[in-house]
């Protein structure tokens, strides 16, 4: 006990030495951090873009900023942002909060920013459309200049119909409409250009409608007043991922009667097509109906036209080279007397001539077809001075009795399509009226579905005030090939 006594008394003596130091010294001093950091900031829309907001902060304290955009993509903290552009693609309410912080903590303000459109300048569809905000002249397309620009086809199988090469010349009244898309990123338009002339679509096989002058290209003015509203029109479109929707007096592209529901015998204020492809050279719309669908293939204008390829093959045809010793390879039809006469091997060819009006000639040869193969058609025909004259192939199941008229036609070329004058040329490139009921045309193939004997042959003729020209029309080099 003694020894603890000893080491406890100098501890005690050392803590009051220090309480009595410390009640004797003076009250400890309030630091002071000073006042918070004003925050304040103004957002103001770019005149040539009201979807880019140039923020600026307007206050003067504080040494670090912390900026959020309200996009929940843009958010930013730095010692000397103070102003910035922000770009809103889409329309809306954005909270915008500005954080200053300074020596006497921090402060926050936050403003509501509406916008009050989509920027259009940022849809890559639709840049590629219009060609950009930028583009001052639009973007001009026109139907792509190759075979299956326009197809007709049922609900489910192969196309009833399908435009070969041919029609790009064939119908120049409607491969040569132009259609300028341009946006300046609020207010989309679309110009319809037709450069004068108008193409006169058939339906049943008469011109449609039935007060328009006849089937092929016309003139402008020479089409009723009262479908003005097909012709030259100044539009306007909406773009969406899926579909393209044009609106005004006389809303179409690519075929007038393709209407918004149906087959339209009247200018239509609104027209939706699904889109199937767009890119910066391609545009494929598609008219989808109970009965089936239309669909157009667009290209920029200037596009090369496209050029038929090489067709190799064996060709199962005889008498192809239409010689006066292949004459018996073939057998004629005439539909009534005094049809046109025919000199094979004139000048190397088949030559038609001195036909009589509104009398056909049918010229035909059977053929072993097998299933699941396809088949092209080329046949060289040359004619000049020609007027309200037609050419047409067909593939048939048996002879003729009578002229089948569309039932089973595959190509044809005529006056009414391609204007009175000159065909010269193979019908699979001069082709401007492919595919009757019952058959398709798809750059002049054909295939089958079953192992049969067709009859192939083709037929002429001509209206009673029609003409063959002073040569009449021949055919060389008629072949069905079988494709490789």
Request: net charge negative; glycine share 12%.
């Given at each position: 006990m003694?020894?603890?006594k000893?080491?406890?008394?100098?501890f005690?003596?050392?803590?009051m030495v220090?309480?009595?130091?410390a009640?004797?010294?003076?009250?400890?001093?309030?630091?002071?951090?000073?006042?918070?950091?004003?925050?304040?900031?103004?957002?103001?829309?770019?005149?040539?873009?009201?979807?880019?907001?140039?923020?600026?902060?307007t206050?003067?304290?504080?040494?670090?900023?912390?900026?959020?955009?309200?996009?929940?993509?843009?958010?930013?903290?730095?010692?000397?942002?103070?102003i910035?552009?922000?770009?809103?693609?889409?329309k809306?309410?954005y909270?915008?909060?500005?954080?200053v912080?300074?020596?006497?903590g921090?402060?926050?303000?936050?403003?509501?920013?509406s916008?009050?459109n989509d920027?259009?300048?940022?849809?890559e569809?639709?840049?590629?459309l219009?060609?950009g905000?930028?583009?001052?002249?639009?973007?001009?397309?026109?139907?792509?200049?190759?075979?299956?620009?326009?197809?007709?086809?049922?609900?489910?199988?192969?196309?009833?119909w399908?435009?070969?090469?041919?029609?790009v010349t064939?119908?120049?009244?409607?491969f040569?409409?132009?259609?300028?898309?341009?946006?300046?990123?609020?207010?989309?338009t679309?110009?319809?250009n037709?450069n004068?002339d108008?193409?006169?679509?058939?339906?049943?096989?008469?011109k449609?409608?039935?007060d328009?002058?006849?089937i092929?290209?016309?003139?402008?003015?020479?089409i009723p007043?009262?479908?003005?509203g097909?012709k030259?029109?100044n539009?306007?479109f909406d773009?969406?991922?899926?579909?393209?929707?044009?609106?005004?007096?006389?809303?179409?592209?690519?075929?007038?009667k393709?209407?918004?529901?149906?087959t339209t015998?009247v200018?239509?204020?609104?027209n939706t097509?699904?889109?199937?492809?767009?890119?910066?050279?391609?545009l494929v719309?598609k008219?989808?109906?109970?009965?089936?669908?239309?669909?157009?293939?667009?290209?920029?204008?200037?596009?090369?036209?496209?050029?038929?390829g090489?067709?190799?093959?064996t060709?199962?045809?005889?008498?192809?080279?239409m010689d006066?010793?292949?004459?018996?390879?073939?057998t004629s039809?005439?539909?009534?007397?005094?049809?046109?006469?025919?000199?094979?091997g004139?000048s190397?060819a088949?030559?038609?001539?001195?036909?009589?009006?509104?009398v056909?000639?049918?010229?035909?040869?059977?053929?072993?077809?097998?299933?699941?193969?396809?088949?092209?058609?080329?046949?060289?025909?040359?004619?000049d001075?020609?007027?309200n004259?037609?050419?047409?192939?067909?593939?048939?199941?048996?002879?003729p009795?009578?002229?089948?008229?569309?039932n089973g036609?595959?190509?044809?070329?005529?006056?009414?399509?391609?204007?009175?004058?000159?065909?010269?040329?193979n019908?699979?490139?001069v082709?401007c009226d492919?595919?009757?009921s019952?058959?398709?045309?798809?750059?002049?193939?054909?295939?089958?579905?079953?192992?049969?004997?067709v009859?192939?042959?083709?037929?002429?003729?001509?209206?009673?005030?029609?003409?063959?020209?002073?040569?009449?029309?021949?055919?060389?080099n008629?072949k069905?090939?079988?494709v490789?």
């Amino acid at each position: 006990m003694k020894n603890i006594k000893i080491y406890l008394k100098p501890f005690m003596a050392l803590l009051m030495v220090i309480i009595l130091v410390a009640s004797c010294r003076p009250e400890m001093e309030e630091l002071e951090l000073g006042p918070a950091p004003e925050a304040s900031f103004t957002a103001t829309p770019l005149a040539e873009n009201p979807n880019k907001i140039v923020f600026q902060k307007t206050s003067e304290s504080g040494f670090m900023y912390s900026w959020d955009f309200g996009n929940g993509v843009i958010a930013k903290v730095d010692k000397s942002v103070s102003i910035d552009t922000i770009h809103y693609p889409a329309k809306g309410d954005y909270e915008v909060a500005l954080t200053v912080f300074g020596k006497g903590g921090s402060t926050t303000v936050k403003q509501v920013i509406s916008i009050a459109n989509d920027d259009l300048c940022s849809n890559e569809s639709l840049i590629a459309l219009t060609g950009g905000c930028t583009a001052v002249a639009g973007k001009t397309w026109v139907l792509a200049p190759k075979a299956g620009a326009l197809v007709v086809a049922p609900p489910t199988g192969a196309a009833w119909w399908s435009s070969g090469a041919g029609d790009v010349t064939g119908r120049p009244c409607m491969f040569n409409d132009e259609y300028t898309f341009k946006t300046d990123g609020t207010v989309n338009t679309l110009t319809r250009n037709m450069n004068g002339d108008f193409w006169v679509d058939e339906e049943g096989g008469a011109k449609f409608p039935s007060d328009m002058p006849a089937i092929g290209c016309f003139a402008n003015g020479d089409i009723p007043a009262k479908y003005d509203g097909w012709k030259d029109a100044n539009l306007t479109f909406d773009l969406s991922s899926e579909s393209l929707k044009v609106m005004g007096p006389g809303a179409y592209m690519g075929l007038y009667k393709a209407g918004d529901a149906g087959t339209t015998d009247v200018p239509e204020e609104a027209n939706t097509y699904t889109i199937l492809s767009l890119t910066e050279d391609e545009l494929v719309i598609k008219k989808t109906y109970d009965w089936g669908s239309w669909t157009f293939t667009f290209a920029p204008k200037g596009a090369t036209p496209e050029e038929p390829g090489p067709v190799t093959g064996t060709n199962i045809l005889k008498g192809s080279n239409m010689d006066a010793a292949d004459a018996a390879s073939w057998t004629s039809v005439d539909f009534a007397a005094n049809a046109a006469t025919a000199e094979y091997g004139s000048s190397g060819a088949l030559k038609l001539s001195s036909g009589t009006p509104d009398v056909n000639t049918f010229i035909y040869q059977a053929v072993d077809v097998e299933a699941g193969k396809s088949y092209k058609v080329s046949a060289d025909v040359k004619g000049d001075g020609l007027v309200n004259t037609w050419i047409e192939f067909y593939f048939l199941d048996a002879v003729p009795a009578a002229d089948p008229g569309a039932n089973g036609k595959f190509l044809g070329w005529s006056t009414w399509c391609a204007g009175n004058g000159t065909i010269d040329g193979n019908i699979n490139t001069v082709e401007c009226d492919g595919g009757g009921s019952g058959s398709g045309d798809a750059g002049a193939i054909i295939s089958f579905t079953e192992s049969k004997t067709v009859y192939f042959g083709f037929k002429t003729g001509m209206l009673g005030d029609g003409s063959w020209g002073a040569d009449g029309i021949t055919f060389d080099n008629v072949k069905l090939i079988e494709v490789e």
